[in-house]
């Protein structure tokens, strides 16, 4: 697991959430075990920050695969 991470100071996701009212994080801090955001299916409104270099990255997941993915679960009529 990498040893960087970028978090969301609370008062700024608490009035993302309350706003979005957000279901999933693919990008969960601290992630849990081998837990890979860009492997799983995600929620219907789904808050993400993710890594900003692939260096950062788990599983080699940088910004380019979760914007892939975004698109992807977009497409599926996600947000």
Same mark, same amino acid.
């Given at each position: 697991?990498?040893?960087?991470?970028?978090?969301?100071?609370?008062?700024?996701?608490?009035?993302?959430?309350?706003?979005?009212?957000?279901?999933?994080?693919?990008?969960?801090?601290?992630?849990?075990?081998?837990?890979?955001?860009?492997?799983?299916?995600?929620?219907?409104?789904?808050?993400?920050?993710?890594?900003? =270099? =692939?260096?950062?990255?788990?599983?080699?997941?940088?910004?380019?695969?979760?914007? =892939?993915?975004?698109?992807?679960?977009?497409?599926?009529?996600?947000?």
């Amino acid at each position: 697991m990498s040893d960087k991470f970028w978090l969301t100071p609370p008062a700024m996701y608490q009035a993302l959430d309350e706003e979005f009212h957000f279901d999933f994080d693919p990008c969960p801090y601290p992630r849990i075990g081998s837990f890979n955001g860009v492997a799983v299916p995600w929620g219907q409104m789904n808050y993400v920050n993710p890594p900003f =270099r =692939r260096s950062d990255g788990d599983f080699g997941a940088g910004p380019t695969a979760f914007i =892939r993915k975004a698109i992807q679960e977009q497409n599926e009529g996600k947000s």
